[in-house]
């Protein structure tokens, strides 16, 4: 377990999550307007703070706190290359302080827990809630004293625990979360949900209509070729397999796909904005691709912001099909893909959680509910 000397290093450190990087030649901002009024200084307009420095309260020594999170937790909010990176990110997306983007970490893709981003998923809010607080209230525990030593007396030994007691709440008694560490947690703790176009099947497909400039994008989840699950079915022990798809629909201009099309068909992640309000909920306003182009010699970041006119799910049942030839032996084969159920997903959406210590299993005294 690291110890809060080493982390405490990191406290004014901004939020900082594997993203796109460097300048952006091709940021499309659907409302002109809307982009005019969000071109707001940060330095003017702090972010909401979730929890204040009198609140925070110390881990207890009883606490059961999984250490995996918190040092993934702490391992992307101290790399500072992430960090510019991250802010680059934003800025392209000309986001307010009080709006946050949930694309989830490229490095929990390759992690046994995949985990994807998915707004059904109701607990992943107050997962990255308790994630965020205890690493704080972790840095507020106190460090650990080495024992009174042989040739030490016990007046020098408490002068040296009375420093050390006040270096640490110097160090950390203005400590506070804001709404930038609920965004680090909740990509932390998720994968990105990406597609490509290099297997264009029923489960997979980037595709774009000129007439209607509707670009479409779907992939299985986890991702699975149809090609794969279909040769299953010849074998005799293929027990049927159910395969999720996310469908995105949406307006893309003919402009942006001459110039864009390529690069997204070559691997785009879907993320989410969401705005904070005052009762310190968050609503999923609009949905995000992030790509990158390869026309210059650096590849420079695709981010594009957009009301989707279709998002949902599709689960699909495939199963297998037996017949018997004439001279009695048996043939498999995969029987018509059925349609289990579609789920609709609304945007805009409001979660129904409200951050901060309203919803932690820790609260302190006088920290109210609403």
């Not at 809307?34 to 110390?58: D, G, K, Y």
């Amino acid at each position: 377990m690291a110890h809060a000397p080493i982390w405490v290093a990191c406290l004014m450190v901004p939020l900082c999550v594997t993203a796109c990087s460097k300048k952006d030649n091709h940021v499309y901002i659907p409302d002109e307007a809307e982009a005019l009024s969000e071109r707001i200084q940060t330095q003017s307009n702090p972010v909401p703070v979730l929890v204040t420095a009198e609140q925070l309260q110390p881990l207890a020594s009883s606490d059961a706190v999984d250490d995996g999170p918190l040092e993934s937790f702490h391992q992307q909010l101290t790399d500072k290359q992430q960090q510019a990176d991250w802010q680059t990110f934003r800025q392209q997306l000309k986001l307010k302080p009080d709006q946050i983007v949930w694309l989830g970490s490229q490095r929990r893709r390759f992690k046994e827990d995949f985990n994807p981003v998915d707004l059904r998923h109701t607990d992943a809010y107050p997962q990255a809630n308790q994630l965020m607080i205890n690493y704080f209230r972790r840095l507020k525990s106190p460090n650990s004293i080495e024992v009174q030593g042989e040739l030490e007396t016990t007046a020098d030994y408490q002068q040296r625990l009375d420093a050390a007691q006040q270096q640490h709440q110097q160090l950390t008694g203005k400590l506070k979360v804001d709404l930038s560490h609920l965004e680090l947690a909740l990509n932390v703790l998720h994968a990105p949900v990406c597609f490509n176009a290099d297997d264009q099947d029923a489960y997979n497909a980037i595709e774009y209509d000129a007439d209607h400039e509707t670009l479409s994008l779907r992939t299985s989840i986890p991702y699975v070729t149809e090609k794969e699950v279909l040769a299953q079915a010849y074998n005799p022990n293929f027990d049927g397999q159910q395969v999720e798809v996310l469908k995105v629909e949406l307006h893309y201009p003919l402009a942006q796909a001459k110039s864009n099309l390529d690069d997204l068909k070559r691997g785009t992640c879907l993320g989410y904005l969401l705005q904070l309000d005052a009762g310190q909920r968050l609503t999923v306003k609009q949905l995000i691709l992030s790509a990158y182009s390869s026309d210059t010699a650096i590849p420079q970041p695709i981010v594009y912001r957009f009301q989707p006119q279709q998002l949902g799910y599709d689960l699909y049942q495939e199963q297998q099909e037996v017949t018997r030839r004439e001279d009695g032996t048996r043939d498999y084969h995969p029987k018509p893909r059925q349609l289990l159920r579609s789920t609709d997903i609304p945007i805009p959406q409001q979660i129904d959680y409200r951050f901060g210590l309203a919803n932690t299993s820790v609260e302190t005294q006088g920290a109210s509910d609403e």
